[in-house]
């Protein structure tokens, strides 16, 4: 029995997880928690929604990005699922035809709850400065505020940190500014005041149109798009690293 249960986990185990957690492995650890609050998943989606127009469809941007909301990566022996991750067009020129993504993003996004705060730094952080990931980005909707890390010689630099207040224009989407967290829409939802729900046009992206190049927005997102954050100013704070 003890040699069964050092076994790794297997993606078979993966799949037995009841749909109300969120299940990664972890260096051969099946790890697990529960799925977000709707404040976690509000901020998610707030972000996500702020960085599709212009980077996933180029309207007001440049586009050339897929930008989707908890994809499911296969890193070697590791499954992970961040809250977002995007790729640049150039290195995802077509869909994969697995439910996963076998490509490590060029950017991750984590939204951190009490639940999956440790894995999230000490689990997939590690993980994902060793498959090469030049940007990530850790959102707290509870602190409200955004770390931007970029990768520097295999470990992370953390860059700054931004809170509800300031505005964003931080690599790699640095070609427009916008509000820099969701969270802000998640401090007006606490206390009562109406979200406007944006017209979300467009299509869906399918692998014909992503090949070609056309308006993309992942179907993949299990969260309600919405819209409303708003603008504000500018600050910075000092630079610290982690080491994985």
Not at 24 to 34: A, C, E, F, K, S
Not at 43 to 72: C, H, M, N, Q, Y
Not at 125 to 139: F, K
Not at 156 to 174: A, G, K, M
Request: with cysteine.
């Amino acid at each position: 029995m003890a040699d069964a249960a050092k076994k790794p986990a297997r993606y078979e185990d993966l799949l037995q997880v009841p749909a109300h957690q969120v299940a990664n492995i972890i260096r051969g650890q099946l790890v697990t928690y529960p799925r977000p609050s709707p404040r976690h998943a509000l901020a998610s989606t707030l972000l996500g929604d702020e960085l599709v127009s212009p980077f996933g469809k180029g309207r007001g941007g440049p586009g050339g990005w897929l930008i989707l909301g908890a994809p499911e990566l296969h890193l070697g022996p590791h499954v992970l699922v961040p809250d977002l991750a995007g790729w640049r067009r150039e290195r995802l020129p077509a869909l994969p035809e697995t439910a996963w993504f076998e490509l490590a993003p060029d950017w991750v996004c984590e939204v951190l709850s009490p639940a999956a705060d440790r894995t999230d730094r000490s689990g997939k952080m590690p993980i994902y400065a060793e498959y090469g990931m030049q940007w990530l980005w850790l959102v707290d909707p509870d602190l409200q505020t955004l770390e931007v890390y970029t990768l520097k010689d295999g470990h992370w630099l953390l860059l700054e940190t931004l809170s509800e207040d300031d505005t964003l224009r931080r690599p790699p989407f640095d070609a427009i500014e916008f509000s820099a967290v969701g969270a802000v829409a998640v401090s007006q939802w606490r206390t009562r005041k109406s979200l406007q729900p944006s017209s979300l046009a467009g299509a869906f992206c399918t692998p014909a149109t992503w090949a070609r190049g056309g308006p993309c927005w992942s179907h993949c997102s299990r969260r309600a798009r919405a819209s409303g954050v708003p603008q504000a100013s500018t600050s910075t704070r000092p630079s610290g690293r982690l080491r994985t």
